[in-house]
């Protein structure tokens, strides 16, 4: 768990990875705030499908693996995952996020975030 606040999950947008989000890991962690940058499966270097069904599923499975709070930040199409992912029936799943920051993203249709 985090020793300021809930743990910051990072969530790259489309031709990325977790490498993208290092700079920001690193001065996060610096201030006592963990965080852990996923690679969507078959982008940046985790194997896999490209498809939102399979990149929502990863990212729920991150966030349920986390003890304390979590919020979710996401940029671009990590935004369209992290609605898919965190919406709908997971909004009342007991591993929901704490917040969810979409960062130069749309939200995906029909979700509530």
Known sequence: ???????I???????????????MTGRLEATGIAT???????????PGGHDLAGHSAALRSLVASIEGP???????YGGVVASQALGGAAATSPARP????LLGTG???????
Do not use: K, Q
């Open 36 to 46: 852990r940058a996923i690679d969507l499966p078959g982008v940046g270097r985790a």
């Open 70 to 76: 979590v919020a979710v930040c996401s940029h671009s």
């Open 98 to 101: 704490t917040n969810c920051i």
């Open 1 to 7: 768990m985090a020793e300021h606040g809930p743990t």
């Open 107 to 113: 939200r995906y249709p029909n979700r509530a975030v």
């Open 9 to 23: 999950v990072l969530v790259h947008g489309a031709w990325f990875g977790s490498w993208v989000w290092a700079e």
